[in-house]
């Protein structure tokens, strides 16, 4: 695979999360203006986030990073689906998401060293090999040449940036996306999911949508990552990812639901996660050195 860190800077327009087209905008997200796209983008470049694209075959990846210290562990946030769908039926043709809740995370998170990473296709006007195939946004959104793509990037920036350890944070989508390349790595200290789709099977036929048939379903590699220390949150007002989703997935791994699996109550898909963000990773961190295993 031939990977590529090259800078970019040029502006982006605003488009919408929709997931099948069954995801509304809760109230807390409207009158929100902190999560808007934009204004994310631009708390980003006053904070000095450097922007950059990498470059994975086949694909062009939207990066910013904050980085204080080489050695440590990169944390690495990978964002969510964002704009998969106009409908139930019909495939956005852009998946940037305007409400970015896996940049407003990482933004919120006070790890010396953060990078966030856009999924395919995703900033697309920022990539130089436009158009993408919709496919990669919706029945291939995790499919191997996706999960590749991503683990490529953390392996561009991971040179680039001189780190040796990677920590995985992955919001909605990215949480599942997040599930599948630490499958295929061995540098991986700690894994976070939130909102996360982390049984595509079940998730799918709860939402009585299509299966993803050239996606692979993260609970099948469950069980291989169950050394890596791992925490996942789900809200108990989500009504696209549910909580049973994790719980399948833990299910799968074997893992207890005590030590891996925390339900915050009132929280929906899209809101209040960036809430208390900076707190509750800080004591997610602590909790998975204590503890890692179960």
């Not at 204004?39 to 086949?58: D, F, G, H, T, V």
């Not at 852009?94 to 296709?121: H, I, K, S």
């Amino acid at each position: 695979m031939r990977l590529n860190f090259a800078r970019k800077g040029r502006a982006l327009r605003p488009a919408f999360l929709i997931l099948s087209g069954l995801v509304l905008l809760s109230g807390c997200s409207i009158f929100d203006p902190g999560g808007n796209r934009d204004n994310l983008l631009s708390q980003a470049a006053e904070q000095n986030w450097r922007s950059r694209i990498a470059k994975a075959e086949p694909f062009d990846l939207f990066t910013l990073a904050r980085t204080v210290n080489s050695g440590d562990a990169l944390t690495v946030y990978i964002e969510g689906d964002g704009r998969a769908f106009l409908t139930r039926t019909q495939a956005s043709p852009d998946p940037t998401p305007q409400r970015p809740v896996g940049l407003r995370l990482a933004l919120a998170d006070p790890a010396p060293n953060v990078l966030y990473l856009a999924r395919p296709c995703q900033y697309a006007k920022l990539a130089s090999k436009p158009p993408c195939n919709p496919r990669y946004w919706t029945t291939a959104r995790f499919s191997p040449e996706v999960i590749g793509a991503l683990s490529g990037a953390i392996d561009s920036a991971k040179a680039a940036l001189q780190f040796q350890s990677v920590e995985l944070v992955g919001y909605s989508g990215g949480g599942g996306a997040a599930a599948l390349v630490a499958a295929r790595r061995n540098d991986v200290v700690r894994l976070i999911t939130i909102a996360a789709n982390l049984d595509t099977d079940l998730w799918t036929r709860s939402l009585a949508v299509s299966a993803m048939k050239l996606s692979r379903n993260p609970a099948t590699i469950a069980a291989a990552i169950r050394h890596i220390p791992q925490m996942h949150l789900a809200g108990s007002d989500d009504d696209i990812v549910t909580p049973e989703i994790g719980l399948s997935f833990l299910k799968s791994a074997n893992l207890s639901a005590a030590a891996h699996f925390k339900i915050i109550d009132g929280y929906s898909h899209t809101c209040c996660w960036h809430e208390d963000w900076r707190r509750r990773i800080e004591r997610i961190r602590a909790a998975l050195t204590v503890a890692p295993g179960s």
